[in-house]
């Protein structure tokens, strides 16, 4: 079974800082994806950035970068020089190698601060 | 370029009544999916399906139904509406069983059930 795990219901930052979003994961699949995405108060859902299970070097698209530590099964995401627009709630998931499911995390709530 | 197409936005429905969410997507993609998301809560899988004629439960199916009669829409009933069903209704999508393959969403539905 894959199971997402978020443990940071909420999070604050200081505008201009960088902040980490935690997200474990468990899964007995040895192929698999990695998502981060992003939902403001708008309500919509948005793609941030991807990790293969294979790939060696950690993702990073513009101010996000994906924290990746396989041995411990870890995904974090890093957003850097945090901006008010960042304010949202951000979704961690999973999809295994061939797998007809994405799998969400509880989801971290953050906030930054000006 | 409109991607994955909810509708209604919003609704609001009374206890007992029944009613379709709408959902289309114009990206020719094979896998679809049906969330519902509880306020301050993760994503739940409700239904999905891998192509055209081929649908199967996720999470919480109690209380809805699907059909996908094309590639392009994936409608989602309600029938007999509880309570318990107020919630925002996010229709997805993805291309491929890759596990690099994200998923798309599309704007939401927020459902009240009174």
């Known amino acids: 079974a894959q199971k997402i795990t978020q443990t940071q219901p909420g999070m604050f930052v200081q505008e201009k800082e960088a902040v980490t979003l935690d997200c474990t994961y468990d899964?007995?699949?040895?192929?698999?994806?990695l998502f981060w995405y992003k939902q403001p108060s708008s309500g919509e859902m948005i793609f941030l950035i991807y990790?293969?299970?294979?790939?060696?070097q950690n993702a990073t698209e513009g101010r996000y970068s994906l924290n990746f530590q396989k041995a411990r099964k870890s995904a974090n995401l890093v957003i850097s020089a945090s901006q008010l627009g960042d304010s949202a709630m951000y979704f961690c998931?999973?999809?295994?190698?061939?797998?007809?499911?994405?799998?969400f995390g509880t989801g971290t709530s953050l906030t930054v601060i000006p | 370029n409109a991607g994955v197409t909810q509708t209604p936005k919003f609704r609001i429905l009374k206890i007992g009544q029944s009613m379709t969410l709408q959902c289309a997507q114009d990206?020719?993609?094979?896998?679809m999916y049906w969330y519902r998301q509880d306020p301050g809560m993760g994503l739940k899988l409700i239904y999905y399906?891998?192509?055209?004629?081929?649908?199967d439960k996720g999470e919480v199916p109690n209380g809805y139904n699907v059909s996908r009669s094309t590639t392009e829409d994936f409608p989602l009933r309600l029938e007999l509406a509880a309570p318990s069903q107020t919630s925002v209704y996010f229709c997805?999508?993805?291309?491929?069983?890759?596990?690099?393959?994200?998923?798309?969403f599309g704007e939401g539905s927020w459902l009240t059930v009174v």
């Open positions: 990206m020719n993609h094979n896998y």
């Open positions: 899964t007995s699949d040895q192929s698999y994806g």
């Open positions: 399906s891998v192509g055209a004629g081929i649908t």
């Open positions: 997805a999508s993805s291309s491929g069983r890759d596990s690099g393959n994200t998923i798309y």
């Open positions: 998931a999973m999809r295994a190698f061939a797998g007809n499911q994405f799998y």
């Open positions: 990790q293969g299970s294979y790939d060696e």
